[in-house]
């Protein structure tokens, strides 16, 4: 069933994706908060900042301490022993952004300050 | 306007260039709930989601119907260009997931049927039109129909694999369905009130009767801030109306000498008169006409 299963025809899958080599910038404080957070788990974990879709303006920003993937797809940056990957396909939105921490009660946590979003919503947790 | 002769004995169709994508993969709707302005979780196979995608400003992107399969949807857009909405489908894929977007404009035709009596396709292919009530779509073969009620007429979408061309054009031509020119098909969809892309394109769904697809209760999707600030403030003012005017025009728009303007949409020209789809102030809706600082008298006919 050529619609139904996808048989009968191929056609392009759609790969527009814009990938650039990733430069980011983390603040002293948001070393410190992913240091306490990894704690002694630097050789095997790694933070992923990823961009997906959703909010009001229509990308969010995702963070995960995950083990790391060994996958070739993400770009891994540095910062004083920890790792930081950022998937190709998220390169064009997160290129530039600067990671911060605020440890305040009210909005306090990592911070995004992304110079190449032409917008972004009142919340802060979405871009575009 | 009198359309029985293209609304009977059977119908005409259009090929529509439309743009189609296939999104595949565990996720999807709620991949699309993320970006489009209705809900879509929750939805179940063989079912039909109508929804638009806005820009961040609030104003349509693009106007989708989407049928789902099983960790499948076909996307038929409303633009014939497809591909600012595939980047922003695959853009926002989360890494972890396995969720492909395919281009289908190369492989799926889209036939659009209007006609009064649309029941005798259906028979031919052994359809019966409660099967497609409530939003639904059938298989026949490798078709997929879909149906449309209006007040005086019936819409069947049929998407089909390229190679069948021929074969669901003979079972047309049995049921008496004839191809449509483009301006008859301009004509006919104006008079019936059909919206198309250019009547919709970079407006503000409340100002073009699409109210049903904005859900602001379901969170946050691009424009929604807009949306609900002008709902919540009340300043949903204009709509989408038919204008006739006998004064042959080719301006997109006119000042209102009560205040106001009109913005046309869509237009064709018919016996010396300018038969449009238009946006007009919502306080002027319910009026015989209105009169522009232009010297033109446009007649105003309400939209279901």
């Not at chain 2, 709707?29 to 820009?55: A, F, M, Y």
Request: hydrophobic share 35%; glycine share 8%.
């Amino acid at each position: 069933m050529g619609l139904l299963d996808g048989s009968g025809f191929s056609l392009p899958v759609f790969e527009e994706v814009e990938i650039v080599n990733v430069k980011i910038n983390v603040t002293d404080s948001a070393i410190d908060a992913m240091k306490k957070s990894m704690q002694d788990d630097y050789d095997t974990h790694v933070l992923v900042i990823s961009a997906e879709a959703g909010g009001c303006s229509g990308y969010l920003y995702d963070m995960k301490i995950t083990e790391n993937p060994n996958d070739k797809d993400f770009q891994r940056i540095d910062v004083d022993g920890i790792g930081i990957l950022i998937h190709n396909k998220d390169s064009s939105l997160l290129n530039g952004i600067e990671l911060d921490y605020k440890d305040t009660l009210m909005g306090g946590g990592f911070q995004i300050k992304n110079p190449t979003a032409e917008r972004e919503c009142g919340c802060g947790q979405s871009f575009g | 306007m009198d359309l029985s002769k293209f609304l009977y004995p059977t119908g005409n169709y259009i090929i529509s260039n439309n743009a189609k994508s296939i999104l595949s993969g565990p996720g999807i709707l709620e991949h699309l709930d993320k970006i489009i302005t209705t809900k879509i979780i929750g939805s179940q196979i063989n079912e039909i989601h109508d929804s638009i995608i806005c820009h961040s400003n609030g104003r349509i992107l693009d106007q989708l119907k989407i049928y789902i399969l099983n960790n499948k949807a076909i996307i038929i857009n409303n633009n014939v260009n497809g591909s600012e909405i595939r980047s922003q489908l695959v853009k926002g894929i989360p890494w972890n997931k396995k969720i492909t977007v395919i281009d289908g404009d190369d492989g799926i035709i889209s036939y659009r049927v209007v006609g009064s009596n649309i029941t005798k396709f259906l028979d031919y292919v052994g359809i019966n039109i409660i099967e497609l009530k409530g939003n639904m779509w059938k298989e026949y073969g490798n078709m997929i129909i879909s149906l449309t009620i209006g007040t005086d007429y019936e819409i069947l979408d049929i998407l089909v694999p390229i190679d069948e061309k021929s074969s669901i054009e003979h079972i047309m031509a049995k049921c008496n369905i004839i191809e449509s020119t483009i301006d008859n098909w301009d004509m006919m969809r104006i008079e019936l009130g059909i919206v198309d892309y250019l009547d919709i394109n970079n407006s503000i769904p409340f100002d073009v009767k699409l109210n049903h697809l904005v859900k602001l209760n379901k969170g946050c999707y691009p424009g929604q801030e807009i949306h609900a600030r002008l709902e919540s403030r009340g300043k949903i003012n204009n709509t989408l109306v038919r204008l006739r005017a006998k004064s042959d025009h080719n301006k997109k728009k006119f000042k209102i000498i009560e205040g106001g303007k009109i913005t046309i949409k869509s237009t064709y020209k018919s016996n010396e008169m300018v038969i449009s789809l238009g946006i007009i102030p919502k306080k002027y809706e319910n009026m015989h006409s209105i009169e522009t600082v232009e010297n033109i008298s446009f007649l105003i006919e309400k939209l279901d």
